[in-house]
T-cell receptor, first 110, second 114 residues
Framework: DAKTTQPPSMDCAEGRAANLPCNHSTISGNEYVYWYRQIHSQGPQYIIHGLKNNETNEMASLIITEDRKSSTLILPHATLRDTAVYYCIVNAGNNRKLIWGLGTSLAVNP | DTAVSQTPKYLVTQMGNDKSIKCEQNLGHDTMYWYKQDSKKFLKIMFSYNNKELIINETVPNRFSPKSPDKAHLNLHINSLELGDSAVYFC?????????????FGQGTRLTVV
């Protein structure tokens, strides 16, 4: 599975969009980009995933570059409850293991 | 309803003891995992079971033994506990057979060995 690179920390003002970048330059053609978050040592929570196209759900949007070497998770209106560590993972699914980095610690400030 | 539940949530025990952590999922998933999150916050996979069969076994000491009585349960037994086993252990489950599936995690078991 490909490795990912994320900034260790970011800040965002409450109500503004939070844009979290992720580099995955060695991603393979069959690997999806997944985003999870972990709030204060709770269990990781799935956010969104995609293969090639941009994706949107009730939590966030995922923008994947055309060459698939990087992506951005967008929280459109960040709230204090979005303060968490956000993990970007690339994975081919099925029985493949998820390989976790240290993620980005996002602090949403009032 | 809790999708993936672990018990206990907290476990404090002495070195040398044997303990178990239980995990149950009510999602009908075929694949279950155990992860360890150490003090540096790395989440590292330990084991993966698919329909009661072991499919991933990382370089984990053989003091750790997973047991899956049925596909809804994956318990973790730890023998002769050591100080370095102190960590948060997460159970997770995931459907198999489709490429684009997400994993669901339990709330974790914080193990402290003293």
């Amino acid at each position: 599975d490909a490795k990912t690179t994320q900034p260790p920390s970011m800040d965002c003002a409450e109500g503004r969009a939070a844009n979290l970048p992720c580099n995955h330059s060695t991603i393979s053609g069959n690997e999806y980009v997944y985003w999870y978050r972990q709030i204060h040592s709770q269990g990781p929570q799935y956010i969104i995933h995609g293969l090639k196209n941009n994706e949107t759900n009730e939590m966030a949007s995922l923008i994947i570059t055309e060459d698939r070497k990087s992506s951005t998770l967008i929280l459109p209106h960040a709230t204090l409850r979005d303060t968490a560590v956000y993990y970007c993972i690339v994975n081919a699914g099925n029985n493949r293991k998820l390989i976790w980095g240290l993620g980005t610690s996002l602090a949403v400030n009032p | 309803d809790t999708a993936v539940s672990q018990t206990p949530k907290y476990l404090v025990t002495q070195m040398g003891n044997d303990k178990s952590i239980k995990c149950e999922q009510n999602l009908g998933h075929d694949t279950m995992y155990w992860y360890k999150q150490d003090s540096k916050k790395f989440l590292k996979i330990m084991f993966s079971y698919n329909n009661k069969e072991l499919i991933i076994n990382e370089t984990v000491p053989n003091r750790f033994s997973p047991k899956s009585p049925d596909k809804a349960h994956l318990n973790l037994h730890i023998n002769s506990l050591e100080l370095g086993d102190s960590a948060v252990y997460f159970c997770a489950s995931r459907p198999v057979g489709r490429m684009n599936t997400e994993a669901f995690f339990g709330q974790g078991t914080r193990l402290t060995v003293v």
